[in-house]
């Protein structure tokens, strides 16, 4: 089971974003997530060998997708993302729904219907890993906007991914952490666990170094959005976000 794991590497790309860049063990099989810049996303794939296998994306922003026609005429792999986007996405070579599965060399992931931030929004889950390649659904302390969805589908989609396994791997689309902290302490200032995660966030931005991937485990004890009880609380949250 061990050969089939698959790492996560992020790829600070344009203000605040990240591609992600995913290895699978047994046979070296990489992907990339996302890919809008395609200079870093490439000078990435290159140092960890030259491989690309694959392309996911998780939505149609173009801070996720505009590199990716680049990327692929790079590598000449196909490219993965929603079926119900595939009118606003890069061509696909396979367009997915909700329990399709995705294959990087021996490993697959698992894709989970996702929509809130925009319609079509999917994520992909490796279990041999635990990575959860999640675009802008969830993010460390936080959630995305609700751009074209509404409370109900945000929710039920961040209920989605709160079942995965604990130790699973947060791999989201940004690097929003330090004000998703402040934001998370101003909702819950008693909470210790977010107290000792905003600390370290604050060193870990204080010194250059990403936040994320974080833990669900961590997310489930820290997020105030992850444990928001009903929809209408979230949708709350989100609103009063916003205007942070």
Not at 157 to 168: D, F, I, Y
Not at 187 to 204: F, I, K
Request: proline share 6%; charged share 25%.
């Amino acid at each position: 089971m061990q050969a089939m794991s698959v790492t996560a590497q992020a790829i600070p790309i344009l203000s605040d974003n990240y591609a992600w860049l995913l290895r699978e063990a047994a046979n070296g099989a990489t992907a990339v997530v996302d890919p809008a810049d395609p200079g870093p996303v490439q000078a990435a794939i290159e140092q960890a060998g030259g491989r690309l296998d694959l392309i996911l994306l998780t939505h149609h922003h173009e801070d996720h997708i505009a590199g990716t026609d680049v990327i692929r005429a790079r590598y000449g792999c196909p490219v993965v993302g929603a079926k119900a986007d595939a009118h606003r996405l890069p061509r696909l070579d396979q367009a997915l729904e909700e329990g399709d599965t995705v294959q990087l060399g021996s490993a697959e992931a698992r894709v989970i219907d996702t929509p809130g931030h925009t319609r079509g929004h999917i994520a992909f889950f490796f279990p041999y890993g635990a990575v959860l390649a999640c675009g802008d659904t969830l993010f460390s302390l936080g959630c995305g906007r609700l751009i074209e969805g509404n409370a109900e589908e945000m929710f039920a989609s961040l209920q989605k991914l709160a079942r995965l396994p604990g130790e699973t791997l947060v791999c989201c689309g940004h690097e929003y952490t330090e004000s998703n902290a402040r934001f998370a302490l101003h909702v819950e200032p008693d909470n210790e666990a977010l107290q000792r995660r905003a600390a370290e966030v604050r060193r870990l931005r204080a010194e250059g170094k990403p936040t994320v991937p974080s833990r669900l485990s961590d997310e489930l004890a820290e997020n105030p959005f992850l444990r928001a009880p009903d929809a209408a609380t979230l949708g709350a949250l989100r609103a009063r976000k916003d205007k942070f």
